[in-house]
């Protein structure tokens, strides 16, 4: 059964530092990945998407990895921001089908 | 081009209602998606479109829903008999497939409470 992971589920971290989030997927025959932002009461926004061969992926303060082998991915937040308080989820598509499989989602706070 | 648009944005209802939910895709975005999402959770996948052909529906679409898109622009999700169960927010997506990796662009939802 294809699977999203991400963890971890809930963050909250001091206006202006650094924080990673994970996401674990087993989800086969990949095709690519996709990092959402999603502000509360509002649909998902897409950051980053990265196919089998991409490693690194950057977005402004975002950087995205993968690491196709392990099935891991991470997103990386440089120097937060207060706007960046929302959800951020974890969304990989199988190559055999159309339907794309979410994680739950991490929530981040950034407190001033 | 305003992007994906949903109406209403928020619906309450009393249990055993029938509600309605409107979804406007991106012009010329030929293939439109339907989520439930709940609190704490990622988006779940309900059905999808490819023009006006209503192609895969989730196990979880029971037989009181009905999703159509009649002309392959915009669409509409019925919510027969509600129960309190179907509280959640309901996500509309449109993409353009036919070149290049597909991207799903969201609307804001629209949030339903069945009291």
């Known amino acids: 059964k294809n699977q999203v992971e991400q963890s971890p589920q809930s963050l909250i971290i001091l206006e202006g530092k650094n924080c990673t989030l994970q996401?674990?997927?087993?989800?086969?025959?990949?095709?690519?990945l996709r990092w959402y932002k999603q502000d509360t009461g509002r649909g998902p926004v897409s950051l980053t998407i990265?196919?089998?061969?991409?490693n690194t992926k950057s977005n402004g303060r975002y950087t995205a990895t993968l690491d196709a082998d392990t099935k891991q991915s991470s997103l990386h937040i440089t120097a937060s921001q207060l706007s960046d308080s929302a959800s951020y989820i974890c969304?990989?598509?199988?190559?055999?089908?159309?339907?794309?499989?979410f994680g739950r989602g991490t929530s981040l706070i950034v407190h001033p | 081009d305003t992007g994906v648009s949903q109406n209403p944005r928020h619906k309450i209802t009393k249990r055993g209602q029938n509600v309605t939910f409107r979804c406007d895709p991106i012009?010329?975005?030929?293939?439109l998606y339907w989520y439930r999402q709940t609190l704490g959770q990622g988006p779940e996948f309900l059905t999808y479109?490819?023009?006006?052909?209503?192609?895969?529906k989730s196990r979880l679409l029971s037989d009181r829903f009905s999703a159509e898109r009649p002309k392959g622009s915009f669409s509409t999700l019925e919510i027969q008999r509600t129960e309190q169960g179907d509280s959640a927010m309901y996500l509309c997506?449109?993409?353009?497939?036919?070149?290049?990796?597909?991207?799903?662009?969201f609307g804001p939802g629209t949030r339903l409470l069945v009291l």
């Open positions: 012009s010329e975005h030929n293939r």
């Open positions: 996401c674990n997927y087993t989800v086969s025959p990949f095709s690519n």
């Open positions: 479109f490819q023009n006006e052909a209503q192609l895969e």
């Open positions: 969304v990989v598509r199988s190559g055999g089908s159309y339907i794309p499989t």
């Open positions: 997506a449109s993409s353009l497939v036919g070149g290049g990796l597909e991207t799903q662009y």
């Open positions: 990265m196919t089998f061969s991409e």
